[in-house]
């Protein structure tokens, strides 16, 4: 996983069983960086509490958050990861 700023959007970029996920960078509870979270499958875990969300689609799996994450869409044009800036939810 790695974090990048598109159009001015902190977006975490994550690649799992060989397909990419984009979500925002910030955990919905506490606005911590998820980026410095862990990944596991597809989960990622907020460092500060331990919010889990899929993503895939940015759903909240464990509490103390309870909103879900913005994702993005993710495609692949000509071998570059093209992530768009609109939010896919």
């Known amino acids: 996983m790695t974090s990048r700023n598109v159009a001015g959007t902190e977006i975490l970029l ?10 925002i ?5 506490a606005r911590q960086k998820l980026s410095e979270g ?5 989960e990622i875990s907020c460092p500060l509490h331990g919010a ?3 993503v895939r689609n940015g759903n909240c799996l464990a509490a103390p958050a309870i909103n879900p994450l913005r ?12 992530v768009r800036s609109e939010s896919a939810s």
Not at 14 to 23: D, E, I, L, S, T
Request: hydrophobic share 35%; proline share 0%; aromatic share 14%.
């Open 38 to 42: 862990r990944l596991r499958g597809y």
């Open 52 to 54: 889990r969300f899929d």
């Open 25 to 29: 960078d910030r955990c919905s509870h």
């Open 71 to 82: 994702t993005f869409e993710v495609c692949l044009e000509d071998d570059q990861i093209i």
């Open 14 to 23: 994550c690649r799992v069983a060989g397909q990419y996920f984009a979500v």
